[in-house]
């Protein structure tokens, strides 16, 4: 089994465990390889930890005790080319909340103009709802006082490994 670390054109990072080198590059040269978040099908292959050479290109944070005192907030540290773990981490959480949301929400799918409004004038049970909607019947929504919010639906949303 081998596990690389991977990324998108929009720099989303991801692992993916292919069978061998072979079954990454033949996923990669047939489209079949996208990215969890957007879909991307243009990926690459990121190095990885244990084949990193140490290089004066690389960057590094140090802090002394004595800076330690103009520094606020959280410290994040960086890698030679300039990502964090902060990232991965904020993109991490905003998947886990929009998985929450969707987990707690009826997906009502075109009809969400028609059953936001039998919602809203108590023709049919108050709940969450989500679903597709123009940017006119959004607008016409929110005319009414009924209130509506985008969401990004990305395909890491629909569906999980775990």
Request: proline letters at 4%; hydrophobic letters at 35%.
């Given at each position: ?11 989303h ?5 292919f ?10 040269d ?10 991307s ?25 004595a ?11 960086l890698?030679?080319n300039g ?80």
């Amino acid at each position: 089994m081998k596990v690389y670390n991977l990324a998108c054109h929009l720099d989303h990072r991801f692992e993916g465990w292919f069978a061998s080198e072979q079954d990454c590059l033949d996923q990669q040269d047939s489209g079949m390889l996208a990215c969890p978040v957007c879909d991307s099908t243009e990926i690459t292959r990121m190095p990885s930890a244990p084949h990193i050479a140490k290089s004066s290109s690389s960057t590094e944070l140090t802090v002394s005790k004595a800076n330690m005192g103009s520094i606020s907030g959280d410290v994040v540290a960086l890698t030679g080319n300039g990502h964090s773990q902060l990232e991965a981490q904020v993109q991490a959480a905003f998947l886990k909340g929009m998985r929450d949301l969707m987990d707690k929400s009826e997906d009502v799918g075109t009809a969400f103009a028609e059953e936001a409004r039998k919602i809203h004038y108590k023709e049919s049970p108050e709940r969450s709802i989500r679903g597709q909607i123009t940017l006119d019947e959004a607008e016409a929504l929110r005319d009414n006082g009924i209130e509506v919010m985008a969401m990004p639906m990305m395909p890491a949303l629909k569906n999980t490994l775990q």
